[in-house]
């Protein structure tokens, strides 16, 4: 059974920094690409970095640039989302979801119940 388990998500003042991990069971995690999303209420859920199953492809969106970093360690079955010079605006429920295949151009068949963040001061 796939199972994928966000953690880290909590109270952040505006400025900082949050370490989002997601661990994954039930599957070979390193033969997967993997995304972290958001679901922002009152907004559609909205893609927020990926990662490829061998790391040499990665993408950000939005806001994201140059704030995020999306790392694996296949080792543990976990993906990482560090974030950093936070902003109110990146609170939402963040999911962290498992694509069809070793692409990341492939679309996404599981998730997490996600982990929730606030920034707020």
């Known amino acids: 059974q796939v199972q994928l388990v966000e953690s880290g998500g909590g109270l952040a003042q505006p400025g900082g920094s949050l370490r989002l991990s997601c661990v994954a069971s039930g599957f070979t995690f390193g033969n997967y690409s993997k995304t972290w999303a958001r679901q922002v209420p009152g907004k559609g859920l909205e893609w927020v970095s990926g990662?490829?199953?061998?790391?040499?492809?990665?993408y950000y969106t939005g806001a994201a640039k140059g704030r995020f970093t999306i790392s694996r360690d296949n080792a543990k079955n976990t993906v990482y989302l560090e974030r950093n010079s936070l902003t109110p605006e990146d609170t939402g429920l963040y999911y962290c979801?498992?694509?069809?295949?070793?692409?990341?151009?492939?679309?996404?068949?599981?998730w997490g119940k996600g982990t929730l963040v606030t920034i707020s001061s």
């Open positions: 990662i490829s199953s061998d790391v040499r492809v990665t």
């Open positions: 979801e498992r694509h069809l295949t070793h692409s990341i151009a492939s679309g996404m068949d599981s």
